[in-house]
């Protein structure tokens, strides 16, 4: 057995150097280092002014493309105003409207319910609570196709066929879940009453009933107000969702305007830019008013 001495370049001793071509190890760095990201490190390394620049020239590109084109912003605005008591007369006050029956509706359905929930009757205070489970955790969208798509057009009484418009199914879709969340919130209100107002009736021999209209209901009024309110603005602020079910409100008149003005895309910022204002200034008091309410009726201890 002949075994050859010859060294192999670069494995002998004292070989360093080969003419093969050689994979060099890699030289990572620990992890969360910009040095094992490009973009990150590329960023790290540039000058404050490099950005500036880009920053500049990424706002430039959308200027430079409407300065060619014939219909710039200010028309945009020009359009916008023209169509303004078209949106906000027929528009936004339908989203209003749906808002105060919606809120009307879940209140009167929320209210029950939540007295149900403490009902000494085991039967109806397990179904309450199904109920209210049910629809609080329910996507509101999901409610209100279920709703437009199994309510019919029309109701016939005898000879009187009564129709029923789209705003009023999503009023009926939007109650579902404003119920169950007022629902809960009589519950808690309840619950948050001290023991000792319970006791206290008792020992005066009152009923149940007169306990909780005479005593435990009016101390939950005040309770009751703040979070009443924070729903409603949430409930507003949902409303434009019944434009994806057809529902002409200020979501759907302004797509509709903006069809009409052969959908610039320049017309988006103001349409949608404006449904935004309107809705912020109407439910920013709200918000506002609900927390000074808040800090009013908080229960001092």
Not at 2 to 23: E, H, Q, R
Not at 93 to 122: K, R
């Amino acid at each position: 057995m002949k075994i050859f001495s010859t060294p192999i370049p670069g494995l002998g001793p004292g070989k360093t150097n080969t003419d093969f071509p050689v994979l060099l190890p890699f030289k990572g760095h620990a992890s969360g280092q910009t040095g094992d990201l490009r973009f990150s490190r590329w960023m790290v390394s540039a000058s404050p002014m490099v950005m500036m620049i880009i920053a500049v020239l990424a706002l430039l590109i959308p200027s430079v493309a409407a300065a060619q084109s014939k219909f710039n912003l200010a028309d945009a605005f020009e359009v916008l105003w023209r169509w303004l008591p078209f949106i906000v007369g027929s528009g936004f006050v339908m989203n209003l409207l749906i808002s105060f029956f919606t809120m009307a509706i879940g209140t009167a359905a929320g209210v029950l319910l939540g007295l149900g929930q403490i009902s000494l009757i085991a039967p109806l205070r397990k179904f309450c609570w199904f109920v209210t489970q049910l629809f609080r955790n329910s996507p509101w969208l999901v409610l209100l196709f279920i709703v437009m798509l199994t309510f019919p057009f029309e109701i016939e009484i005898g000879e009187t066929i009564i129709s029923i418009p789209d705003w009023m199914k999503a009023v009926f879709g939007l109650s579902l879940p404003i119920m169950a969340n007022i629902a809960e919130i009589v519950r808690g209100a309840v619950q948050s009453v001290p023991t000792g107002q319970w006791e206290a009736s008792e020992s005066l021999a009152f009923s149940r009933r007169q306990t909780l209209w005479q005593i435990i209901l009016p101390q939950c009024f005040k309770r009751m107000i703040p979070p009443w309110m924070n729903w409603y603005a949430i409930l507003t602020m949902a409303t434009p969702l019944v434009s994806l079910l057809g529902v002409e409100e200020i979501v759907t008149l302004s797509r509709q305007a903006m069809e009409a003005e052969d959908n610039h895309p320049e017309l988006l910022i103001p349409f949608y830019g404006f449904a935004l204002v309107i809705f912020f200034a109407y439910c920013y008091p709200i918000a506002r008013w609900t927390l000074r309410l808040e800090e009013r009726y908080s229960v001092k201890l």
